[in-house]
């Protein structure tokens, strides 16, 4: 008996190993944002205007994305990128990059500085798309993957982009879910497609309707088919699975300055290697508490320094920030991560709580860049799929959130998703 439970304790120490050794040494190709070098940081791929914007261009409208990344190996690399189209799904959509790009498939990333002023050496690598010479020809998902010394099995990221055209009108309304006591938890999406002059030869089997929160993709709804067919309009209602939990306003920190203590900030320190340590307060359970709106930015995060008056990009250090919340006793079929962008949105071992049995709550760390961030808990449970807010933040019909409705459409004879419209809507904002 002793010999099998040795075995068993060896097969999970392997496994959890391997486990999280694929979040970073992992070259098998994700088609979602993720990062397979230890040494890359604060990756980001927004549109150019404004850093919190999403990673999506209407096609041919002369706006670009940028993306940009830190290599804490503080050296010059050579990193190049490529594209691949996808499906609706995030899965290849087989296209040659030829059938998507006019110009050159491949660029080189030749913008690069040296961080300056920081305890943590860093190189700062950005580059913008489209380019002169690289035009994308066709509306859809897009994975923007980069890797190093020309060789593409030595990936370093890969990020998700969309590029639309406007062949529909979506016209839509959000309100309270109505029913027990989902009224006062929920937000319900009715939506209608409007489609003169662009034919949907089969609507139940041609289009498929994708719906985000605040950007994630990790409670994303799909598979929402119409309720009213009409010869130049799509009635989408009195459907459940366009309805999400409200959540909450999400939780803050500022570290934009590592000399100044911020409303949220417990403690700052340097360790014995000098790296800063930033202590957050301890945050409450927002469970069963009332709703409170504060602004926020919906867990997106900003890379600013109040400390130098430079380049906030080269000049923002690096810091450990430490996460605690009380919680009685610890979960036994799940888990609880810090969530958001600052994450890029997924639950793994990097941003995942461990349970302090002393201080009888949940705690972890995260090295982040100076700047202001937003976060919130959540729970993923062994037998779910995607966090959940409940049993941290709480639900409530009145928070303050952003949502993407994007429409693609397969016509008959084609072999790719066109993303053919996209719709944003606010909570509060009619």
């Known amino acids: 008996m002793k010999f099998y439970y040795l075995i068993y304790l060896c097969f999970v120490f392997v496994s959890n190993t391997f486990a999280q050794a694929d979040y970073v040494n992992d070259n098998v190709m994700h088609y979602s944002d993720w990062t397979y070098q230890p040494s890359i940081l604060s990756v980001q791929l927004h549109e150019s205007s404004f850093d919190a914007n999403p990673a999506v261009l209407e096609l041919n409208s002369g706006n670009v994305l940028e993306l940009s ?19 609706a799904n995030w899965e290849p959509s087989n296209l040659m990059p030829s059938e998507f790009i006019n110009g050159f ?79 006062y938890e929920k937000q319900h999406i009715d939506f209608s497609l409007v489609n003169s002059g662009y034919e949907i030869t089969n609507p139940f089997t041609d289009l498929k309707i994708v719906m985000t929160q605040n950007n994630r993709w990790d409670n994303a709804i799909n598979d929402i088919k119409p309720t009213f067919v009409e010869p130049t309009k799509l009635t989408y209602s009195l459907d459940d699975k366009s309805t999400f939990n ?92 810090v969530l958001g962008k600052l994450t890029e949105w997924k639950t793994n071992h990097t941003n995942r709580l461990n349970y302090n049995y002393k201080k009888l709550g949940y705690e972890g760390k995260l090295y982040l860049k ?20 409940t049993l941290t933040e709480g639900n409530h019909w009145e928070t303050e959130n952003d949502y993407s409705i994007y429409v693609y459409h397969r016509q008959r004879g084609t072999y790719y998703d066109q993303l053919i419209a996209v719709k944003r809507l606010n909570s509060m904002r009619k």
């Open 69 to 87: 990344f830190d290599d804490l190996d503080f050296d010059k690399k050579n990193y190049s990128l490529s594209f691949e189209h996808c499906t």
């Open 105 to 183: 498939f491949e660029a080189n990333i030749l913008n690069f500085s040296f961080s300056t002023n920081t305890i943590q050496k860093y190189t700062h690598y950005s580059i913008t798309f489209p380019q002169a010479n690289i035009n994308f020809t066709k509306s859809g998902n897009y994975i923007v993957y980069v890797y190093q010394d020309n060789d593409k099995e030595k990936l370093v990221l890969t990020k998700r982009f969309m590029i639309y055209e406007n062949k529909v009108t979506v016209l839509s309304t959000l309100n309270q879910a109505i029913g027990n006591d989902e009224q």
């Open 370 to 389: 100076q700047g202001y961030y937003n976060y919130s808990y959540v729970f993923l449970s062994d037998h779910k799929k995607g966090g959940d807010q």
């Open 246 to 337: 409200g959540g909450n306003e999400f939780r803050f920190f500022d570290t934009r300055s590592l000399r100044t203590y911020t409303e949220r900030v417990n403690l700052i320190y340097r360790d014995s290697v000098s790296k800063y340590h930033i202590e957050l307060k301890t945050d409450e359970l927002k469970t069963f508490k009332n709703y409170s709106f504060y602004n926020d930015i919906n867990g997106s995060y900003l890379i600013k320094n109040k400390d130098m008056v430079g380049n906030p990009d080269i000049e923002a250090d690096y810091a450990w920030v430490h996460f605690f919340f009380p919680y009685d006793n610890a979960q036994s079929e799940g888990n609880f991560y």
